[in-house]
């Protein structure tokens, strides 16, 4: 076994671990009081053990669930997604992105995390021509890049990267509420959005730090005045 912290002196009786600790990794502890009388004997071992986290593998996917919205010209078309689950942002991507309107290229979208940061999803699809409605998933990751989106711009086998990286959203915290920002420029046609869903993988959040507590008893020693133990 390695010590990796012996402290000689632990004033207040609590102790709470600086920096990371090993992830999967058992961990032993014990302590024992001293005063002028000497040192005292060790009290019982105790040991803990710490999680083992793939923050890739911890995603969390929140969806409209279906729920039908209209879209309208010159109107501010924001839809809310609400994330309750505190943590820190490894990885953004849209799903099911489904929009009903004749010229899609009349229509724009960006997303804005809780804290307002906006990424442009996308803008003038087909160049500005011709074609009708929108079904795609958006991912930084995705072999096929934002130039390669179809006309029209529906395609449920693949994802695409979007108009800007998602991953400006990473490190930031994930909890509130998340909007889908749908523009249809003036004189367009209104449409509807059918869907989208919003996956973010995090590191876990909120947790209490480890802190170890140790409680002394006033014990007197032989022929001398009151210590600790």
């Known amino acids: 076994a390695n010590v990796i912290i012996d402290l000689p002196n632990l004033p207040g009786g609590s102790f709470t671990p600086g920096g990371p600790l090993a992830e999967g990794t058992t961990y032993y502890w014990r302590a024992r009081a001293f005063n002028n009388?000497?040192?005292?004997?060790?009290?019982?071992?105790?040991?803990?053990?710490?999680?083992?986290?793939?923050?890739?593998?911890?995603?969390?996917?929140?969806?409209?669930?279906?729920?039908?919205?209209?879209?309208?010209?010159?109107?501010?078309?924001?839809?809310?997604?609400?994330?309750?689950?505190?943590?820190?942002?490894?990885?953004?991507?849209?799903?099911?992105?489904?929009?009903?309107?004749?010229?899609?290229?009349?229509?724009?979208?960006?997303?804005?995390?809780?804290?307002?940061?906006?990424?442009?999803?996308?803008s003038n699809l087909c160049g500005g021509g011709a074609g009708a409605n929108l079904y795609l998933g958006l991912d930084d990751d995705a072999s096929k890049t934002y130039a390669q989106i179809p006309c029209p711009p529906s395609d449920i086998q693949n994802t695409y990267k979007p108009k800007e990286l998602l991953g400006a959203y990473d490190g930031e915290e994930m909890e509130g509420d998340w909007t889908l920002q749908v523009i249809v420029f003036p004189g367009a046609s209104g449409g509807t959005l059918n869907n989208w869903s919003l996956e973010i993988c995090y590191i876990p959040g909120g947790e209490d730090p480890l802190v170890f507590d140790l409680n002394t008893t006033d014990v007197s020693c032989n022929g001398q005045s009151d210590g600790a133990a």
């Open 37 to 122: 009388c000497g040192d005292g004997g060790f009290g019982p071992v105790f040991a803990f053990k710490t999680l083992t986290t793939e923050p890739s593998d911890i995603c969390l996917i929140v969806s409209s669930d279906g729920v039908l919205m209209d879209i309208l010209p010159g109107q501010d078309n924001s839809f809310t997604l609400p994330v309750s689950i505190p943590g820190t942002i490894t990885d953004v991507n849209l799903h099911n992105i489904s929009i009903t309107h004749p010229q899609i290229s009349q229509v724009a979208a960006g997303l804005y995390s809780p804290q307002g940061t906006p990424v442009a999803l996308f």
